[in-house]
Nanobody
Framework: QVQLVESGGGLVQAGGSLTLSCAAS????????MGWFRQAPGKEREFVAA????????YYADSAKGRFTISRDNAKNTVYLQMNSLKFEDTAVYYC????????????????WGRGTQVTVSS
């Protein structure tokens, strides 16, 4: 059974930075992809970023380009999301997700989901 556990959320001022981590257990991801999604109050869940396990290909939502960086540590089965220049509108619950196919995550869905970590950006 795959488990994804997020950490690193918190309260930060606008313009600040946070790094989220997602530790995967239950299987070793040598292929496929992982990603980050977020859901703000009253809004639908949206895709943020994705990374492929095998080649490290990355893909970002327009809102994340230039500010967020997704990376992975294959040895630790962990994915990170470095978030810089945070804005009030980045406030949301951030979810880690994984799939056996990178394209699935890029398309906006996944096979496995974490429970989420809250990111609050104060203006």
């Amino acid at each position: 059974q795959v488990q994804l556990v997020e950490s690193g959320g918190g309260l930060v001022q606008a313009g600040g930075s946070l790094t989220l981590s997602c530790a995967a257990s239950g299987r070793t991801f040598s292929s496929g992809g992982m990603g980050w999604f977020r859901q703000a109050p009253g809004k639908e869940r949206e895709f943020v970023a994705a990374i492929s396990w095998s080649y490290g290909r990355t893909y970002y939502a327009d809102s994340a380009k230039g500010r967020f960086t997704i990376s992975r540590d294959n040895a630790k089965n962990t994915v990170y999301l470095q978030m810089n220049s945070l804005k009030f509108e980045d406030t949301a619950v951030y979810y880690c997700a994984a799939s056996n196919r990178f394209s699935t995550v890029v398309a906006g869905t996944a096979d496995y989901w974490g429970r989420g970590t809250q990111v609050t950006v104060s203006s």
